[in-house]
Nanobody, 118 residues
């Protein structure tokens, strides 16, 4: 049974930090590219950060570059998103996605709410 479970969201003041975690099970985690997406109210889902299966390469949306860091621990089947210098416009539901580049298979978590507000 495939499970993708995000955690670590919450309410934080502007300029603060949060660390999101995404724990996966039920598939071969180390073969999947991992992505963090976010969706704010009335907006489309946006790709925030990507990390390759072995963790050797990362990519970020321009809006978070220099503030967010994606990482993974394949021994724990977990991917992380460290978010620093948070802004109100970072407020969204953050989703973890596992993508197999050859099979075209995708698994999604249920999302975790991040609210940046004073």
């Amino acid at each position: 049974q495939v499970q993708v479970v995000e955690s670590g969201g919450g309410l934080v003041q502007p300029g603060g930090s949060l660390r999101l975690s995404c724990a996966a099970s039920g598939f071969t985690f180390s073969m999947y590219v991992m992505n963090w997406y976010r969706q704010a109210p009335r907006n489309e889902r946006e790709l925030v950060a990507t990390i390759t299966s072995a963790g050797g390469s990362t990519n970020y949306a321009d809006s978070v570059k220099g503030r967010f860091t994606i990482s993974r621990d394949n021994s724990k089947n977990t991917v992380y998103l460290q978010m620093n210098s948070l802004k109100p416009e970072d407020t969204a539901v953050y989703y973890c996605n596992a993508h197999h580049p050859w099979l075209g298979r995708d698994y999604w978590g249920q999302g975790t709410q991040v609210t940046v507000s004073s």
